[in-house]
Each structure stands twice: as C-alpha cells, then as structure tokens.
C-alpha cells in the first residue's frame, strides 16, 4: 500500500489502520510505545484517532521492519537519520562498523541460521 492508496478522510480508528497497514492493532499500539512519530489523538471515549501522517509514518515502520529487516532499535535511528537528528552514542559504546566483506558474510549468514531456527521453533 503506498500513501495515495489512504482514503481521503481527517481520522481513521485504529481498526481502520490496522486493515489499511495489514498489521493487528496490537502491533500498532505498540509502535506507539516504540515510535514517537505515531502518535493519534485521543476521543472523548478515549479512542485512538489516527490521522494521514499516521498511517504514512505506520506504513514506512512496517517496510523497515519488515520489508528491509531492521530491528525497532534500527528502525528508530533510520527515522532519527531521516529527521535530520543526531544520534547520541554513549561512552561506552562503540559504533558497529564492518569494513571487512567477511564479518558482513559472516553476520548475514548467523542471521539467516537463528531466523531458520526460530522458524523451527515456531513449529
């Protein structure tokens, strides 16, 4: 779905959502808690009412997590990157960097083993 594909209204309810982003509410109540770009207003009975930019933000998450595999934590500083902020890094902290063609094999192929393990798991 991309953003012309949003009907054309002010407020949508998260059930809307969900459908337009094929993902459960669930999900999306917890992006809230993980992503301060989306954040729907309230209604008197306490209703999530997502707007446009909403959905638009909710549809970019789920291809970053999804569709090119970041992590939340990833997913995050993509948006940071995005926004122009600047990520704080800890002192203690190293940036990841891997120049050498091998550790990004290397680390590639652990990811693709634990996701084929976790899929056995799910059996």
């Known amino acids: 779905m991309s953003s012309k594909d949003i009907p054309d209204k ?3 309810k998260i059930g809307e959502v969900a459908r337009l982003a094929g993902v459960e509410p669930y999900v999306l109540r ?3 808690t993980e992503f301060k770009e ?6 008197r009975t306490n209703q999530r009412l997502y707007r446009r930019r909403d959905i638009e933000t909710v549809l970019w998450i789920k291809q970053l997590l999804y569709d090119e595999k970041f992590t939340i934590d990833g997913a995050r500083r993509k948006m940071k990157e ?6 704080e890094i ?3 902290q190293l940036p990841l960097s891997f120049e050498n063609v091998k550790d990004a094999k290397f680390l590639k192929e652990l990811r693709d083993g634990l996701e084929e393990l976790l899929k056995m798991l799910e059996r």
Do not use: C
């Open 30 to 32: 917890y992006w809230e």
């Open 90 to 92: 800890e002192e203690n």
């Open 38 to 43: 989306i954040n729907p207003v309230k209604s």
């Open 10 to 12: 002010l407020y949508f």
């Open 82 to 87: 995005w926004r122009g902020e600047k990520e």
